[in-house]
Nanobody, 114 residues
Framework: VQLQASGGGLVQPGGSLRLSCAAS????????MGWYRQAPGKQRDLVAL???????NYADPVKGRFTISRENAKNTVYLQMNNLKPDDTAVYYC?????????WGQGTLVTVSS
């Protein structure tokens, strides 16, 4: 499975960005897709996950600001990020999970700064 993420960039505090990640290869109908992030000098942390059935969960720091969604026909997951804060600055990694195996994308940098 290969993952191609896009949509990162520089945004001012309070702004919005939308990340996309398309999966290709040996895609199974039952899977979980989502996003993790890693800030400089910190560990990689969960942001949000969504199952192929559409059930989502979020890390507490992003609840109410970020929305994860997916298009199963396109094997694509999205992360709509609103009201961004400087603490959201990180490299965002797309992840695809199926039957206990995780596949990672290359990461896309999100910088929140004035």
């Amino acid at each position: 499975v290969q993952l191609q993420a896009s949509g990162g960039g520089l945004v001012q505090p309070g702004g919005s960005l939308r990340l996309s990640c398309a999966a290709s290869g040996s895609i199974l109908s039952l899977n979980v897709m989502g996003w993790y992030r890693q800030a400089p000098g910190k560990q990689r942390d969960l942001v949000a996950l969504i199952t192929s059935a559409g059930s989502a969960n979020y890390a507490d720091p992003v609840k109410g600001r970020f929305t994860i969604s997916r298009e199963n026909a396109k094997n694509t997951v999205y992360l709509q990020m609103n009201n961004l804060k400087p603490d959201d600055t990180a490299v965002y990694y797309c992840v695809y999970m199926q039957y206990g195996v995780d596949y990672w994308g290359q990461g896309t940098l999100v910088t929140v700064s004035s």
